[in-house]
């Protein structure tokens, strides 16, 4: 639709789309590029706050934005058109650093338990487990060990648990927290990763986009609000037992900005500095993150404009809060189609999400939605 107005206003334009490829479609030689971007970017200082370096000042802005009642990046309805335009800025920012615009962010699809067996234990790209021992740090032989990867005190995202300026990770083990809700116990959530059907059933059970109060630690954001929206179940905000009764434990997490079913079991799955609210300290993250604003890109896609709608009430607020300087991409309106207004596409075959059976994942031809030109 968005398309079409476009060009019913004569605003088309020819110009390059960028493809965002899954990790195991990703050369050697793409690998090495994107390592080689992440490093270099947190050895430049950042164009919004020179104070930081390009990478760590995405850190501080995520730190920023996890309360659900003071901001807009988590367990609220902006939860995914603020991750779609802080992944934009992010991408748009290495871009600069490197000097390559063709350069765009890959992403992890958790579906898919062979190649993400690979991504997670591929110590020459981003993969790695911490050692079997406290702090659980990534081994010299990772590329993000810590003479690789440093990681600011400041932007320490788990401070109660390690305190450390290293990257730490506990694959499998579980979202641990120490102190649970000042009940002096240790909390492990979620292990082993979500079976491909929960993730399917997100996009082939129709869902409004969210439903009112918009917010999921809210009291009143019952069990069938959290049921009944696309945005609440994709975040994995619930906060209820098996039998429908409120677990304490979920409800005092999501009040954090820590949603731990989908999404935030991704997170929880990997422990260490990518379960806790610096979680981008761990450059997996955007991997992760970009698998997400692709399931939000499917919806969209599966549904249209009207069935996939956000609340139009909701369209112009500034979600990013003035943390990007002179930055131009404040609000939903603006990201709402990302082919269009922001310039990439995801090489995966939309064709899968309108049968009826979608058991198996299987990517486009990448030929046809490389750079090439496309008309608008």
């Not at 905000?237 to 005092?252: E, H, I, R, S, Y």
Request: glycine share 6%; charged share 20%; net charge negative.
């Amino acid at each position: 639709m968005l398309k079409l107005i476009l060009a019913i206003y004569g605003l088309t334009q020819c110009y390059s789309i960028g493809v965002r490829k899954s990790s195991h479609r990703l050369s050697d030689d793409d690998k090495a590029e994107f390592l080689e971007a992440l490093y270099l970017m947190k050895s430049t200082p950042s164009s919004y706050d020179p104070s930081y370096n390009a990478y760590d000042f995405f850190v501080y802005v995520h730190l920023l934005a996890n309360d659900p009642f003071t901001t807009y990046g988590h367990g609220t309805w902006s939860f995914l058109p603020w991750h779609r335009i802080y992944l934009y800025l992010f991408e748009e920012e290495m871009q600069l650093v490197t000097n390559n615009t063709n350069l765009y962010l890959p992403y992890w699809d958790p579906t898919n338990t062979t190649e993400s067996d690979i991504l997670l234990n591929d110590y020459t790209f981003l993969g790695g487990n911490g050692v079997d021992v406290f702090p659980y740090l990534l081994p010299d032989t990772s590329t993000l060990s810590c003479d690789k990867w440093s990681i600011l005190p400041s932007l320490n995202g788990r401070p109660d648990l390690y305190n450390y300026t290293c990257l730490h990770r506990q694959i499998g083990e579980g979202f641990r927290v120490t102190n649970w809700n000042n009940t002096n116990t240790t909390k492990y959530l979620y292990q082993e990763l979500l079976p491909k059907s929960l993730w399917d059933d997100v996009i082939m059970t129709y869902r409004v986009y969210d439903v009112s109060p918009y917010n999921s630690a809210s009291d009143n954001y019952t069990l069938e609000d959290h049921e009944s929206s696309f945005r609440s179940m994709l975040e994995g905000c619930t906060k209820w037992n098996p039998d429908g009764t409120p677990n304490a434990d979920l409800v005092f997490i999501t009040k954090l900005g820590a949603c731990q079913g989908l999404h935030g079991h991704l997170h929880g799955h990997i422990g260490g500095q990518l379960a806790s609210l610096a979680s981008p300290n761990d450059p997996l993250f955007f991997l992760l993150h970009n698998w997400v604003d692709l399931m939000w890109s499917r919806y969209q896609e599966k549904y249209g404009d009207e069935l996939s709608a956000i609340p139009e009430d909701f369209l112009d607020i500034d979600v990013t809060q003035d943390k990007f300087p002179e930055n131009d991409i404040l609000t939903t309106r603006q990201v709402l189609d990302h082919e269009v207004q922001l310039g990439y596409v995801y090489d995966y075959d939309y064709d899968l999400d309108v049968e009826d059976d979608i058991s198996s994942t299987s990517m486009i031809d990448e030929s046809s939605v490389g750079m090439i030109k496309y008309m608008v």
